[in-house]
């Protein structure tokens, strides 16, 4: 069956640029939606944004401002971007996607990675 | 946008069945059959358990079941089992096209 797995650095320093990638194995990255999500420590967990396999996105308006994300079909992985990162941007960062209908829900979910924010 | 309002905690002890509420607006939960749930256990990643309003996923039990009256959708755990304590989110598509999720209640099992 089909599996996500999150990658990239746990540390990021203020100001720069979050970068993390989702691989998905077991599947193709073809005709389904891909969402990236986070939790900060303790808290809820709050979607940052879609991508197509197309490459058409949506985004959260709170988040509209800082954050990419994209696709490479070839390498079947999708990727996020979050710019001017901030202590506030410390959080488990998951990657999933969505059910066959699009907005059915979010059946499969990686294990999610830590990404913390500090000098 | 707002996160949808879920109550911050319910309890129940085993066996007996509970309710939890996903409020939100016509732009959101009322206005779609987009509204989904989903388990986190402490450490690990939300599971989806019910999808597209009341559809149980292959493999998820029978003692989940969720419906929606207006902008409150509703989960319903029955019989419930001690591994049953976990946080509950649900989740809405919205009228801009994105997704928004509710603050999550914590079930205890007493």
């Known amino acids: 069956q089909v599996q996500l797995q999150e990658s990239g650095p746990g540390l990021v320093k203020p100001s720069e640029t979050l970068s993390l990638s989702c691989t998905v194995s077991?599947?193709?990255?073809?005709?389904?939606?891909w969402s990236w999500i986070r939790q900060p420590p303790g808290k809820g967990v709050e979607w940052i944004g879609y991508i197509y396999s197309s490459g058409s996105t949506n985004y959260n308006p709170s988040l509209k401002s800082r954050v990419t994300i994209s696709v490479d079909t070839s390498k079947n992985r999708f990727s996020l971007k979050l710019s001017s990162v901030a202590a506030s941007d410390t959080a488990v960062y998951y990657c999933?996607?969505?059910?066959?209908?699009?907005?059915?829900?979010?059946?499969?979910w990686g294990q999610g990675t830590l990404v913390t924010v500090s000098s | 946008q707002s996160a949808l309002t879920q109550p911050a905690s319910v309890s129940g002890s085993p066996g007996q069945s509970i309710t939890m509420s996903c409020t939100g607006t016509?732009?959101?939960?009322?206005?779609?059959?987009?509204v989904s749930w989903y388990q986190q256990h402490p450490g690990k990643a939300p599971k989806l358990i019910i999808s597209?309003?009341?559809d149980r996923p292959s493999g998820v039990s029978n003692r989940f079941s969720a419906s929606k009256s207006g902008n409150t959708a509703s989960l319903t755990i029955s019989g419930l089992q001690t591994e049953d304590e976990a946080d509950y989110y649900c989740?809405?598509?919205?009228?801009?096209?994105?997704?928004?999720f509710g603050g999550g209640t914590k079930l205890t099992v007493l």
């Open positions: 989740l809405s598509y919205t009228s801009s096209g994105t997704l928004i």
């Open positions: 999933a996607r969505h059910t066959r209908s699009g907005w059915g829900g979010l059946g499969v």
């Open positions: 077991g599947g193709s990255i073809s005709t389904y939606y």
């Open positions: 597209a309003v009341s």
């Open positions: 016509s732009s959101d939960v009322g206005g779609y059959n987009y």
